[in-house]
């Protein structure tokens, strides 16, 4: 079957393997969870398809923890446990990914800069290595295993039944605050101000030059108080066929850009918006992915520390509008402390996510920004990454040599691999 | 009221997503197979996901000495039972091994019957019950390329023709469903086009809505029918020519 992650770059042919066959063991695979990383993290040759892995196995009422299998979608935990007044302690953009897809990308969400990456809400998890070792992971068992599949991106073992801690929430509403920012150092401030709101993004319009560079819409949130738990069934959307590649020009771009802004009038708005709106906006559209057109597009995010952060991202700014290389959504946010994980991509500093339509010229335009980001200690997303060199890897990831060592010492580097892996580690 | 499906074979796909999706629509749940572990995961899973009540039990069709046993054991009369266990080996495995073909007219065909003529006889006594069936597209007609696995199918849609003849004057209904292609555990190397491969989601929500409008025999895609429609028309001097 022909697979690719969400970005449609690339596609390749893959086989799948069921993991109770035996057959899965003899050559190198990587299990597939359900396609929502951008890039080639979970496409080989062979897969075996953990969607099929999907049982929620037991939950405990008092403490709030939840044990499911690895290819439960987030959605599928939402829609069973906010109605009873629960939610998952992080969620990234789209809820349409699984609980083993989490932890290998170690997601983050809108609360990073409070409550850390998506393991910190990870209490344990059983990882197969072998075909006959499954082992417990958690703080207190295997530690280096727990460390380095969180934000392993499936390199270290297939992630079996996992158990996690939902936290108590009294609404599926959320309050969210906006501020119209003119320019860079004005959205940097509303982030440094409202650092203590739980949730907190912005969306860059890249298309501003000079004094507006960096113009955006910040918006906090926090989850309402009004005791609404009842979820609404909403009809989606459904993007029918690749768009055009021309759809996307500079112009349409200006356009829904400019829309979008100004949609706010005010400097400071607050209202109240559906969960679903606020974390998962695209969600209700399905497809998005083929308004790029059929070659498909990359995403490319990358962090820079707090100290660089300001500089960097004026200088990405600036080339951006100088290429009119505009991205439809440009994601900036503040992330809090870095974590133990060797992989895990945040660091205390900024993030900027932006998409790219899959061309030679965008193709050269990030490798050249990537390196900019590496010269001042940045790195970039490995979810999201599919055009990374080995070089580029190597010198922004600090603990590469400890998770090569690792794979080697359990013998996962011959089991497990992605043309993500092939790439960056020479697999 | 609760009502409660009974599935039979229950850790097959197409069981596990019938399950979900009934339990979704309220229904309490009893799962029965030989893996009583597995059942027991489908069993919390069900009960964490929609909050009804659910239960399992250990059943082997292919002992069919043990079918009255739990029968009698069952705390309710089923509102819907759906016998979804079921096997399939290749033709040459069949072909070339007598037990395989005895192992598939087992569990297909004779364990089904057994189980079903005995609760058939608790449904009558409350007059209500609905009894769902899978049949297969490849009972429709023989061909070489599985005419053992698709005699056992044709074997239950004879069964069911009569066993509805028979119940014509009750409330009990019979559904037959012919899944065609399914990408489940059984089918996972083979090769399936796509347009003709559904899912067991769809699968239960098509059995779902086969039962809410007492439907009698399911396609599950629609193609299907025109298929095998086809397939039967082609005239047997030039059928037998071909490679089907």
Redesign the interface.
């Known amino acids: 079957m022909k697979v690719s992650g969400w970005g449609r770059y690339p596609v390749i042919e893959s086989k799948?393997?069921?993991l109770?066959?035996s057959s899965l063991w003899k050559r190198d695979f990587i299990p597939k969870g359900n396609l929502r990383s951008y890039g080639d993290s979970a496409l080989s040759e062979i897969h075996t398809d953990m969607l099929k892995h999907n049982?929620?196995?037991?939950?405990d009422e008092k403490s709030g923890i939840l044990s499911i299998e690895a290819g439960v979608l987030l959605s599928?935990i939402i829609e069973?446990f906010l109605p009873k007044g629960w939610f998952l302690g992080v969620v990234p953009g789209t809820k349409f990914i699984t609980i083993g897809g989490a932890i290998a990308s170690d997601i983050h969400g809108k609360n990073h800069h409070k409550d850390g990456c998506f393991s910190n809400f990870v209490e344990s998890f059983k990882l197969q290595i072998s075909e006959d070792k499954i082992v417990d992971c958690s703080r207190n068992s295997h530690l280096d295993l727990f460390e380095s599949t969180c934000g392993g991106m499936g390199l270290t073992g297939i992630i079996k039944e996992v158990s996690i801690r939902l936290h108590r929430v009294s609404s599926k509403n959320i309050v969210q605050q906006t501020f119209k920012c003119n320019n860079l150092k004005e959205t940097f401030n509303a982030f440094e101000e409202n650092s203590s709101a739980t949730y907190s993004v912005a969306w860059i319009d890249c298309l501003q030059k000079k004094n507006k560079l960096g113009r955006s819409l910040v918006m906090t949130g926090e989850f309402c108080n009004d005791n609404n738990l009842k979820l609404d069934t909403k009809k989606k959307f459904t993007i029918p066929f690749y768009f055009p590649s021309f759809f996307l020009s500079k112009l349409t771009v200006k356009l829904f850009n400019f829309l979008y802004f100004n949609r706010v009038r005010k400097s400071e708005n607050t209202n109240i918006v559906d969960f679903e709106n606020f974390f998962f906006p695209l969600d209700s559209i399905n497809h998005w992915n083929k308004i790029y057109g059929d070659k498909g597009f990359f995403q490319f995010q990358f962090i820079l520390p707090k100290k660089n952060s300001y500089v960097g991202m004026r200088h990405v700014l600036e080339v951006l509008a100088e290429n009119n290389a505009g991205s439809f959504l440009a994601v900036l946010k503040l992330y809090g402390k870095e974590n133990n994980n060797l992989l895990s991509f945040p660091m205390n500093g900024y993030s900027l996510a932006l998409d790219f339509k899959n061309n030679k010229e965008n193709i050269k335009l990030v490798s050249s920004l990537t390196d900019y980001i590496i010269g001042i200690k940045g790195r970039v997303y490995l979810t999201k990454d599919s055009v990374m060199t080995y070089e580029q890897f190597n010198k922004s990831y600090k603990n590469i040599a400890k998770f090569k060592s690792l794979r080697e010492k359990y013998n996962l580097n011959k089991t497990f691999v992605s043309l993500q892996s092939k790439r960056l580690l020479n697999d | 009221m609760t009502r409660w499906l009974l599935i039979i074979g229950s850790n097959s796909d197409i069981g596990i997503a019938c399950a979900r999706f009934f339990a979704s629509k309220g229904f309490n749940v009893f799962l029965a197979s030989r893996n009583i572990e597995l059942c027991r995961k489908i069993s919390s899973d069900i009960a964490i996901r929609y909050s009804v009540q659910t239960d399992y039990g250990h059943i082997d069709l292919e002992d069919t000495n043990s079918h009255s046993v739990f029968i009698s054991n069952l705390q309710f009369s089923p509102d819907v039972t759906l016998i979804s266990a079921g096997l399939m080996y290749s033709q040459l495995e069949a072909e070339n091994n007598f037990q395989i073909a005895k192992k598939m007219i087992y569990a297909n065909y004779l364990g089904v019957l057994s189980f079903s003529e005995l609760i058939v006889k608790t449904l009558i006594k409350n007059n209500k019950g609905t009894l769902i069936y899978i049949g297969s597209v490849a009972g429709d007609r023989g061909k070489k390329s599985n005419y053992i696995y698709g005699s056992t199918k044709s074997a239950i849609e004879t069964y069911t023709q009569g066993l509805e003849h028979r119940l014509n004057h009750t409330n009990i209904e019979i559904i037959l469903v012919k899944p065609g292609f399914v990408d489940t555990k059984m089918t996972i190397d083979l090769n399936l086009p796509k347009i003709l491969t559904a899912m067991p989601g769809e699968v239960a929500v098509e059995i779902y809505s086969a039962f809410i409008n007492k439907k009698k025999i399911v396609y599950i895609k629609p193609i299907w029918r025109y298929i095998m429609l086809i397939i039967k028309l082609i005239p047997k001097f030039i059928f037998n020519k071909t490679s089907l």
């Open positions: 799948e393997i069921s109770s066959c049982k929620f196995l037991s939950f599928e069973v």
